[in-house]
Nanobody
Framework: QVQLVESGGGLVQAGGSLRLSCAAS????????QGWFRQSAGKEREFVAA????????IYAESVKGRFTISRDNAKNTVFLQMNSLKPEDTAVYYC??????????????????????WGQGTQVTVSS
């Protein structure tokens, strides 16, 4: 079992920045690839970014590429999502998730929420225009 707790959400003006953190406890953090997803009102949960256990591979949704950066610190059992140049359409509840580790990221499987085994409770991000 892995427990995930997100933090760092809040209210920010368009163009601003936020840094989300996801702290993991339980089984060894380095056994898992990590992902960030988000869900806004009335919409399905959508992929944001993913990183392999070793940080070797990273992928992003097209909508956030160049603005968001995912990273992890295995020594601190934490994964981060740095969000810059935020837009009102980035408003959502952001979730971190974990799945079994891979040597090379699976571009398709890593983008699908159903392939993740553990989820945090989410943190709200609101971007005002």
């Amino acid at each position: 079992q892995v427990q995930l707790v997100e933090s760092g959400g809040g209210l920010v003006q368009a163009g601003g920045s936020l840094r989300l953190s996801c702290a993991a406890s339980g089984r060894s953090f380095s056994n898992y690839d990590q992902g960030w997803f988000r869900q806004s009102a009335g919409k399905e949960r959508e992929f944001v970014a993913a990183i392999t256990w070793s940080s070797r591979d990273i992928i992003y949704a097209e909508s956030v590429k160049g603005r968001f950066t995912i990273s992890r610190d295995n020594a601190k059992n934490t994964v981060f999502l740095q969000m810059n140049s935020l837009k009102p359409e980035d408003t959502a509840v952001y979730y971190c998730a974990a799945r079994g580790r891979s040597s090379v990221i699976d571009n398709d499987r890593s983008r699908r929420a159903r392939n993740y085994d553990y989820w945090g409770q989410g943190t709200q991000v609101t971007v005002s225009s």
